[in-house]
Each structure stands twice: as structure tokens, then as C-alpha cells.
DNA sequence: CTTATAATTGAATAATTTTTCAACTGTTCA
DNA sequence: TGAACAGTTGAAAAATTATTCAATTATAAG
């Protein structure tokens, strides 16, 4: 029974100092971006320089739809930007961390 | 066709700027480690202190196989190590970019 | 106005991933 | 030895995600 409360005093003891459960979703929602190599690409890609939609799916050997499929992904996240130019639309990175977190995991693969 | 000589110029310039498939494949792997809220939170916890199983799944509130299959993938890309004390197996952190790249994503999560 | 092109969308399918459940291994201790 | 406990494992089920396909919107060009 003692070792009951002494569990108990252990998991909240830990729960408190974890983040919040909504912190922690939006934490694994941002990296889930990263997560797929498509995305991983496309977010390369852009990195290179602006895109158009149809560049990236050349780029990749993708179909469009898949390729606008995934920039809505990165759009809904804040990711990525596309402005409309005529016919066509220009894809751009939409967040300074986005180097910064592909540079770090990069170093960290590259080992 | 001039147009398609510069769109295939266009296109290998890119791919040639880009990291390798595998690397790619390796980078997107390693984000996917954090992809998941539970993982995300498995680490969370052995970032705080070493944990048992029974503790973690204590902790997050979930079954002891859920949590040891997750524990498995981690292990398996080499993010956690978990030593054998008798009947218990006591989980660590085992890299060093884990808590820098938790940090960081946190630190873009939390503006 | 009609046709062609670029991209988006929604629904269906395909593929992958997470959790559950039951069986099993290894260890302790009575 | 055998009962109890901690954890692992494999297969099935549940859930999520990516890609395809067909239809649609919007713009440009003849």
C-alpha cells in the first residue's frame, strides 16, 4: 500500500513537469512536417529557391495533385507560402525555424 | 522544346542542390521519432530522469505493451537505451540531439 | 467565347503506423 | 519447484496518412 502512494507521488512528480498535452501535440504536428520525405523534399526544394508547383512535382517526378496535396500539409502548418502569379502559383518557406530544424537534423544524420 | 531543354536544366540544377535520397529517407526517419505524441512524451520523461517501464506506462496512462513497442522503435533508431536490473528494464536517454532538438521544436511551438 | 494550362479539391484506394490482445521469456522469491 | 511480476513479442484490429484519379476552378491566349 505504501508502494501504492509511492507511485502515485512518482507519476505526478514526473506528469507536472512534463508539457502541457497541447504543447506536446502541437510539438509532434511540427514534426510530423518533417517526417515524410516528400515534405522533407519539397521543403529542400524551396530552400534551393521559390517554386511553382509544377517545378516541384518536375523536381520530384511526382504527380501535382500529390505534390499540392503535401504544400497544403505545409500551408495548414505555417510552413510554407504560395502566392498566385497568373496561371500559375509561387511556392516560398513561410518560417525562419524551418532551416534551422532541417540544418540541426540534417547534422544530426549526416554523422 | 526550347522550353523543355530549360525546364529539364531547371530541374536537374535543383536535384543536384539536394541531400541524397537516403539521407533524406534518414532525416525524415529521425523526425518521425518525435512525430508521435507519445513518443515525444516517452522522451519527455527520460529527459527528467531514467525510467522503468511499468513507470512510463504509469506516467502516460497506458498499457505496458503500447509503451514497449514505442520503446522499441526509439530503441531501434538508437534515441533510448534500455538496461536489464533483474526483473525491471531501466530506459535512458541515449543521444545528445534528442533533448536539442525537442528544445528547439518546443522553442518554435511555444511562440 | 473557346480552348489550353496550372493548380486545387474530394473521394477512393493504398500504404503505413499505432494500439490491443494473448502468449511467451526471464527473473525473483516463497 | 512454482507462483507472481516485468517486460517483450507477433499478429490482428483500429487509426492515420499518402497517393491516385476524376472533377473543378481560375487564368491566359487564340
Redesign the interface.
Known sequence: MADDLK?LE??ST??N???D?E??????E???M????T???IL??LQ??D?YVG?IA??LNMSISAISHQLRVLRTAKLVKGIKEGKEVKYSLDDD?VT???E???T???E
Request: charged share 35%; hydrophobic share 40%; proline share 5%.
Open positions: 507511485k512518482l507519476t514526473i506528469r513537469k512534463l508539457p498535452d504543447v506536446i501535440y502541437n510539438l509532434s511540427l514534426f510530423k518533417f517526417a515524410d520525405p515534405r522533407a523534399k529542400k526544394c534551393i529557391r517554386l517545378e518536375d523536381i525555424h534551422k530544424i532541417l540541426y537534423g540534417l544530426h544524420v549526416e
